[in-house]
């Protein structure tokens, strides 16, 4: 009966040590708490070990006079594409 108090207890021990949080778990990896940018878009990971997501905006235009597509080349937000505003100024 004592041995299984023990064993309970060391079980015990080591499910609280692995429940630490504090990373993020993603397909190829574990990533700190704080921000990442993946394929244009700004993660953030929690404290939790919850993600939380930002992606590029969507927005219309008036008259459009053309399309940037996206650039992943550029950092987040700049590589994001959208169409291409008419200037409105006289």
């Known amino acids: ?12 021990a080591l499910c609280i040590f692995v429940l630490v949080e504090g990373d993020c778990e993603w397909y190829d990896g574990i990533y ?3 921000e990442h940018i993946f394929n244009c878009s ?5 404290e939790s070990g ?7 905006p ?4 008036e008259e459009t006079i053309g399309y940037e597509e996206v650039d992943l080349n550029k950092p987040y937000p700049e590589c994001c594409g959208g169409p291409i505003c008419k200037d409105k100024t006289p």
Do not use: E
């Not at 700004?42 to 929690?46: D, G, I, L």
């Not at 969507?58 to 235009?61: A, I, K, P, V």
């Open 1 to 12: 009966m004592k041995s299984i108090f023990v064993f309970c207890g060391i079980l015990f």
């Open 58 to 61: 969507l927005y219309m235009c």
């Open 50 to 56: 919850s993600w939380y997501s930002v992606g590029c």
């Open 32 to 34: 700190p708490v704080g």
């Open 42 to 46: 700004r993660f953030t990971c929690s």
